[in-house]
């Protein structure tokens, strides 16, 4: 994984030389509104998590700040660790402050929110579809910034790294939901939330659904402040770039892959260089948010910023919680 990162930097590295070309053309006006739009999203995200966390453990008291703080906290650390690294540390936060609860359940609760999530990604997919601005295979992985360039360049070790890492987290997960009864009681803990409808479609649902608004708002507005064409269409394509971006994000946020994905997606809009500098610059302004708030979080919580052995301690211990009941409206 170390070559393939290499290669992305390097090109995220020659994107920030861009941004910072550009950067005397950039609105800042604009870019304060995308900061106060990226807090309001992070906040229905964190109210949609904390109601999923009611949901599972309906007898005891999670608190929104706590919650906003962990995932503020895991979004933080996601932004400059790649391929989800932040999840770990929300759940850990979660967990410490919430008593008898269990890593298993905490964790599941997270995958509450998956399925419209998916739904939501699956769509903007099928509008790059649709809208036929998809490079090819043969062009994508000539784009220096594309995170898995060197597994294009390399198909046969690429192939034999994917398929190894599938079949363990696979055999892994089947395992345990055959043999221990007791994951498969706190996975279901967990996914109270999403298992009962009637209080998934009232009390995660409409958060859920503002937080893809605001998502969409982020977007217009960052076009803006780097002169861009701020269409409903172009934020859109802009949007959907990124859900395929972060599926699997190699570099940190998958900026690597953002940025070259918009290059041919955005083709004509805009000159090439101030794509990048939109692209590079606006993650950039995001995750510098992200990190201002979450290691922010992280000090608050462990009261440091060396979280890493927390988050050991953390899995290697073993809990019973409560088994699942109905969920109690928040």
């Not at 608190?63 to 540390?89: E, K």
């Not at 998502?215 to 859900?243: C, D, E, K, W, Y």
């Not at 462990?302 to 409206?329: D, I, N, Y």
Request: hydrophobic fraction near 50%; include cysteine; glycine fraction near 8%.
């Amino acid at each position: 994984m170390l070559i393939p990162l290499a290669f992305s930097l390097h090109a995220v590295l020659r994107g920030v030389h861009v941004f910072l070309d550009h950067l005397t053309d950039v609105r800042w006006s604009f870019l304060a509104v995308v900061a106060v739009l990226q807090v309001l999203k992070i906040g229905c995200a964190a109210r949609a998590w904390q109601n999923s966390i009611i949901a599972a453990y309906p007898r005891k008291r999670s608190s929104f700040p706590t919650v906003f703080g962990a995932l503020c906290a895991g979004v933080a650390v996601g932004s400059v660790v790649p391929a989800h690294g932040g999840d770990a540390v929300r759940v850990v936060i979660v967990k410490r402050r919430l008593p008898g609860s269990t890593y298993t359940t905490v964790a599941s609760t997270i995958l509450v929110r998956a399925p419209f999530d998916t739904l939501m990604a699956g769509l903007f997919f099928l509008f790059l579809l649709w809208e036929g601005v998809l490079p090819g295979h043969t062009l994508l992985p000539n784009r220096p910034a594309f995170d898995f360039r060197w597994f294009f360049a390399h198909p046969k070790a690429a192939v034999i790294i994917v398929s190894t890492v599938i079949l363990v987290i696979t055999a892994l997960v089947l395992w345990a939901w055959v043999s221990i009864r007791e994951f498969k009681e706190r996975v279901r803990q967990g996914l109270t939330g999403l298992l009962d409808w009637r209080f998934y479609f009232r009390h995660i649902f409409p958060w859920q659904l503002g937080d893809w608004a605001l998502r969409l708002a982020i977007v217009f507005f960052a076009l803006l402040a780097f002169h861009m064409p701020a269409t409903l269409h172009n934020s859109l394509l802009a949007q959907g770039t990124s859900n395929l971006a972060t599926l699997l994000p190699i570099s940190p946020s998958g900026i690597g892959t953002e940025q070259a994905l918009l290059v041919t997606v955005l083709h004509g809009a805009a000159s090439g260089s101030m794509i990048v500098a939109y692209s590079v610059g606006t993650r950039l302004f995001t995750s510098l948010i992200n990190i201002v708030l979450g290691f922010g979080s992280i000090l608050i919580f462990f009261h440091t910023f060396r979280f890493q052995r927390f988050v050991t301690q953390e899995k290697g211990r073993s809990g019973s919680g409560p088994k699942s009941r109905r969920p109690r409206s928040p």
